[in-house]
């Protein structure tokens, strides 16, 4: 089935490209695997949801989760050699690199907020903080994918962000951890991703 689609169209349900007697949903960007026949209504909230959260989900990883670690790793290290420290960047570079780094900070944040909103279904408290909608976000990531306590994830990244931020200048190891951090994020949300948006739907 060659699934024609509709790039002017805003999101909503049409008749099935592939020619079959029944709706088929329009995301904006592509089709759902969700059918419905003529006859039932196409008034379906659960699956609109689902579509906004895999949408919020990319963005996530597309963009929020470098833009935070990347913004985090360039602010921590940028403080470390502020000037009137042991090694002190000069002041024009300094300030230019912490701007940038606070600028990825936002930007990062701003999409854990929306992800953690849509994990949650409700914005909280906990979901506009900046670093805590990490840990939220992780928690909610690994409960839809374990099925189990999110405590032990969420307890190591806590963990491993506090002797990132307190200990990366006396310890130059510990500048992976950004970098772990990023691609463990990566991987959950994208396999919570794949996991939404169901089997691929084959052409033929």
Known sequence: ???????????????DPGGERQWRFWSGSGWSPETRPYAAAVVTPSIVASLTLIATLHRLVRYGIVALFAGLGLVVNI?????????????????????????????????????????????????????????????????????????????????????????????????LAPALMTLDQMRWTSTLIDRLAGPPLANT
Do not use: D
Request: some cysteine.
């Open 1 to 15: 089935m060659s699934l024609a689609a509709p790039s002017t169209a805003p999101s909503g349900w049409y008749p």
């Open 79 to 175: 403080l470390a050699h502020w000037p009137g420290t042991a090694h002190p960047a000069p002041l024009w570079f300094a300030t230019l690199a912490l701007n940038i780094g606070i600028g990825l900070l936002l930007v990062g944040s701003l999409c854990f907020s929306l992800a953690a909103r849509e994990l949650q279904g409700h914005w909280s408290i906990e979901a506009i903080v900046p670093g805590v909608n990490v840990l939220v976000v992780s928690a909610q990531v690994t409960r839809r994918l374990a099925g189990r306590s999110p405590l032990w994830r969420v307890l190591t990244e806590l963990l491993l962000l506090a002797l990132y931020i307190g200990q990366s200048h006396a310890n130059p190891w510990l500048g």
